[in-house]
């Protein structure tokens, strides 16, 4: 089974550019999210996707970063524009459903390896 | 809302030895799901275990096991005869039974010394 693909690995930009992250998630996978991991902490949720729909977006800053998930597969985020506290690791993550039942037992999200984002 | 507290920063172990790192939460959540997630230098978060609240059962996978206090709200993961292969970042981390929306913990360095 191949895992989330992510692109481009490493990407460095001048502050004010704009730059944009790919994200591929496991076939069949519903949901979809963006962590932002900040160097020396762990990640923080940015946005997750069910389908093709934004669950939740609260910690999004919507003034500058934007994302979308077309089709309910592929999803794209982007940063315009790009300010130097923006430089982290932006990890993207799938899971099969969301848990509304205490029987259900697939309750892993599958990472991706990471887009590691330099604002100079 | 809910908080992951990893009050260990880095910590050390030689090789086939034993180490346990520690984890407190809070959760306003009934129902809710326990996390360690392991991150080597490849960046990619591997699950290490997993925990659910309801079960008052210590969760074990071969090497790793947790010690799950529910009325301290503490979450401890304990690794047994330490391998090279264990140096990494991990994470503790919590989720709501109706979301997988993860909140991490800010991490614990591990390193296994030969």
């Known amino acids: 089974e191949a895992g989330v693909a992510q692109s481009p690995r490493y990407k460095i930009i001048e502050k004010r550019q704009s730059v944009a992250f790919w994200c591929n998630p496991i076939?069949?996978?519903?949901?979809l999210y963006w962590y932002q991991q900040i160097l020396g902490q762990g990640p923080k949720l940015l946005i997750q996707f069910q389908n093709n729909g934004v669950v939740d977006d609260s910690q999004l800053p919507k003034d500058r970063f934007s994302a979308e998930r077309l089709k309910g597969v592929d999803s794209t985020l982007k940063i315009q524009p790009a300010k130097l506290e923006d430089s982290a690791v932006y990890l993207c993550?799938?899971?099969?459903?969301?848990?509304?039942?205490?029987?259900?037992?697939?309750?892993?999200?599958?990472f991706g390896q990471g887009t590691r984002l330099t604002v100079v | 809302a809910q908080t992951v507290t990893q009050s260990q920063p880095e910590m050390s172990v030689q090789e086939a030895e034993t180490v346990t790192l520690s984890c407190t939460y809070d959760?306003?959540?009934?129902?809710?799901?326990l996390f360690w997630y392991k991150q080597p230098p490849s960046r990619q978060m591997i699950l290490v275990i997993r925990?659910?609240?309801?079960?008052?059962q210590n969760a074990t996978e071969n090497r790793f096991s947790v010690n799950f206090q529910k009325a301290a709200k503490s979450f401890s993961l304990k690794i047994s005869d330490s391998q090279l292969g264990d140096t990494a970042m991990y994470f503790c981390a919590v989720s709501g039974a109706g979301s997988y929306q993860l909140t991490f913990g800010k991490g614990t360095k591990l390193s296994v010394i030969p």
């Open positions: 959760t306003s959540e009934s129902n809710y799901y």
């Open positions: 076939s069949g996978h519903a949901t």
């Open positions: 925990q659910e609240a309801y079960k008052q």
């Open positions: 993550a799938s899971s099969p459903n969301l848990r509304g039942q205490l029987n259900l037992v697939n309750t892993e999200a599958f």
